[in-house]
């Protein structure tokens, strides 16, 4: 199939698919097996002795938790979900989710570097303040919201049954181990499928459609926002390399690169499926929307003060 805006290349489509897929699984298989050392080794509810009491509290920790445990957003699915059937609340979970990605040292790094010249500690931290911002915000709104309206009936199950801790007869440690890494692995194969499809559909989208399409849009800074997120969406890139792209885009406004650096890691293709692994499909095209619409506007605010 061609066309000026659609050009199908299996090469092209092959070297996409690969590049994404071995950037990921790396985090995936690393998330895979913290979380299946969460399952076996982290005692049941010991997440909310460690919280402040003050759910407001808890949630601005979880914003900030990605600056001593940085997770790439490929591998965190899998640890948020052993850590909420641990007893972390879905909403303060919710917020590590989506922080952590942006909120760490290696994407600080890696964000200044990529902008050198072009006022690299500026974007720096106005890329971490702003993923902080919008994922305590998040977190915030998932906080009213019933467990059955955003996790899945086989978490909730897991929740409704939540592991117990033998403290009386306790198990052996090479036991634990091997428990540990079966559930990993469960996890990997569970999340890998949701991974594989949302990289193939991304790696569709990014080789087959023109992307001289959005050249255009750069001109306005209420088109240019959204089709740098909309871009930052299609191509699936890992935080801590979507900096080096992002500032290739010379053409675009600051707000529209600050606007990639945030959605993506946040939201793509790929983790519109990997997050359903744990979410149900109406709070995940929910969030999707909430955050394409939230830090949109946050942006273009941005721009309106003179950024």
Known sequence: MSGDWFSFSLPD???????????????????????????????SRVMTRFLPRSAFLGICLSGSLGLI??????????VIRRLIAKGLPVSNAITYMLAAPIVNPIVAVSTYAA???????????LR?????????????????LPLTAVLRSKILAGLAHPPHDHQHAPVPFGQRLVGAMDAGVRDFLDVMVYFILGVAVASVFSTAVNQELFLPLALNDWLAVPSMMTLA???????SSDAFIAATF????????????????MMDLKLLFIY???????FVLGLAIGLFVLIGLLCVRLSVIGL
């Open 250 to 265: 010379v053409s675009f406004p600051a707000v529209a690169k600050l606007a990639f650096m945030v959605f993506g890691p």
């Open 69 to 78: 445990f940085p997770m790439c957003e490929c591998g965190i699915v899998p």
């Open 13 to 43: 489509f092959s070297y996409a698919f690969l590049s994404v897929l071995l950037e990921g699984v790396p985090f995936i298989l690393f998330g895979t097996l913290i979380s299946g050392l969460i399952d076996q080794f982290l005692p």
């Open 128 to 144: 971490l303040g702003l993923g902080y911002f919008v994922a305590v915000l998040v977190g915030f709104a998932v906080l009213n």
């Open 276 to 282: 359903s692994a744990v979410f149900t499909k109406r």
């Open 115 to 125: 902008f050198r010249g072009q006022g690299a500690e500026e974007f720096t931290v």
């Open 233 to 239: 969406g299609v191509l699936s890139l890992c935080s």
